[in-house]
């Protein structure tokens, strides 16, 4: 099983970007694919993003200002939102999945491992 923590987020300005990180430790991290989802107040789970060995796939909510990596060597991945708007707040949680599978990669019961989450854009 894989372990995975979040960091970043944050005070952050409208229009400004917003970057997060997730490491992961355990099980070879290679062998997942990451995506990032994130929860505001009072709602489910919202996919945002999923990288796996087949490419990328984005939320049409930030699809053009939003960009998923992962640094194999490093056992970490990042996810960038751009020119952040109110309704990005929330609290992004990246997740593992033990298949390159792209379908249901939006779904967050497909996946096998969560990190704790960490704040999203706040604005000052």
């Known amino acids: 099983q894989v372990q995975l923590v979040e960091s970043g987020g944050g005070l952050v300005q409208a229009g400004d970007s917003l970057q997060l990180s997730c490491v992961a430790s355990g099980r070879s991290f290679s062998d997942y694919q990451v995506g990032w989802f994130r929860q505001a107040p009072g709602k489910e789970h919202e996919f945002v993003a999923v990288i796996n060995r087949g490419g990328r796939l984005y939320a049409d909510s930030v699809k053009g200002r939003c960009t998923i990596s992962r640094d194999n060597a490093k056992n970490t991945a ?24 792209p379908l249901g990669a939006h779904e967050p019961d497909n996946y096998d491992g969560w990190g704790q989450g960490t704040q999203g854009p706040v604005s000052p």
């Open 78 to 101: 990042h996810l960038r939102i751009d020119s952040v708007q109110p309704e990005d707040t929330a609290v992004y949680f990246c997740a593992g999945r033990l298949s390159q599978d």
